[in-house]
């Protein structure tokens, strides 16, 4: 199996920023691509910013210019430093990465889930 924990969000006011982090842990036979993805209440997860283990990104246009996305492949850690918060950026934000566990035998790769962290931004 393949664990990922969240860290670094909290409370923050209009303008300010946060980074936070999340690291995979486990049988990790390879981790492929990486993301974050937020969910506010009464809306659908979406995705906010994705990295691939060769370092290519992507963003939702809601956050390009504010957020940006990195990562440590040697340690399985990404990270999304958050700038220029604003109201609407709150949400819980959960990591997700694409990964080969070492127990399937078949080395498939499959989709892994952070518990989420709280982002919350004041106006």
């Known amino acids: 199996q393949v664990h990922l924990v969240e860290s670094g969000g909290g409370l923050v006011q209009a303008g300010g920023s946060l980074r936070l982090s999340c690291a995979a842990s486990g049988s990790i036979f390879r981790v492929d691509a990486m993301g974050w993805y937020r969910q506010a209440p009464g809306n659908q997860r979406e995705l906010v910013a994705a990295?691939?283990?060769?370092?290519?990104?992507n963003y939702a246009d809601s956050v390009k210019g504010r957020f940006t996305i990195s990562r440590d492949n040697a340690k399985n850690i990404v990270y999304l430093q958050m700038n220029s918060l604003k109201p609407e950026d709150t949400a819980v934000y959960y990591c997700?990465?694409?990964?080969?566990?070492?127990?399937?035998?078949?080395?498939?790769?499959?989709?892994?889930w952070g518990q989420g962290t709280q982002v919350t931004v004041s106006s």
């Open positions: 990295i691939t283990s060769g370092g290519s990104t």
């Open positions: 997700n990465a694409e990964a080969i566990s070492m127990t399937d035998k078949l080395y498939r790769a499959r989709d892994y």
